[in-house]
T-cell receptor, first 114, second 114 residues
């Protein structure tokens, strides 16, 4: 398996633009997580899905952020409009939603909003 | 909600020195415990995990961790570090039998001097 695949790896955009980050989980995994990593706040869980359904989005910072999982093999995290403080590395992770399993992380998307 | 504390923010060691990184968690119930490593510019990779059984867990690359329930601790150890161990190390927990999202500590940056 190729692991969790995220695209793009790097994104530079201007303030106010829409940004869409993409994630393909490991085949067969039915839980998917979006994390944000910054120097100031470390790793923060933004949202997670179980069987394509959002379970907990309490970590989504504000309404500018939205996430979807239209099917078991694809998820998006969208920021509209983007702001410089959104600059961070965004990680997607997936796991099996059964007991005693770990999460596998993608390579991350480094987002820079200028 | 659970929380994780890593008290060492930056540790600097010489090669062959022994390593111990502290991790304490706060949660009244049963948790699964993890250590992840993030090499410079890379994604998080699992070092080791504890679900149940022997509280001394061995992971990859010579790392081990001991779960001490009475102290709510899961410290990471390695008897002799190498320059290639330079990375950031994250302790994480999730709640057994419930949601699967990981709560991460703030991370410890380990620098090993050659």
């Amino acid at each position: 398996d190729a692991g969790v695949i995220q695209s793009p790896r790097h994104e530079v955009t201007e303030m106010g633009q829409e940004v869409t980050l993409r994630c393909k989980p490991i085949s067969g995994h039915n839980s998917l997580f979006w994390y944000r990593q910054t120097m100031m706040r470390g790793l923060e869980l933004l949202i997670y899905f179980n069987n394509n359904v959002p379970i907990d989005d309490s970590g989504m910072p504000e309404d500018r952020f939205s996430a979807k999982m239209p099917n078991a093999s694809f998820s998006t995290l969208k920021i509209q409009p983007s702001e410089p403080r959104d600059s961070a590395v965004y990680f997607c992770a997936s796991s099996l939603s059964t007991a005693n399993t770990e999460a596998f992380f993608g390579q991350g998307t480094r987002l820079t909003v200028v | 909600a659970q929380s994780v504390s890593q008290h060492n923010h930056h540790v600097i060691l010489s090669e062959a020195a022994s390593l111990e990184l502290g991790c304490n968690y706060s949660y009244g119930g049963t948790v699964n415990l993890f250590w992840y490593v993030q090499y410079p510019g890379q994604h998080l990779q699992l070092l080791l995990k504890y679900f149940s059984g022997d509280p001394l867990v061995k992971g990859i690359k010579g790392f081990e961790a001991e779960f001490i329930k009475s102290k709510f601790s899961f410290n990471l150890r390695k008897p002799s570090v190498q320059w290639s161990d330079t990375a950031e190390y994250f302790c994480a927990v999730n709640v057994r039998g419930s949601a699967r999202q990981l709560t991460f500590g703030s991370g410890t940056q380990l620098t090993v001097l050659p």
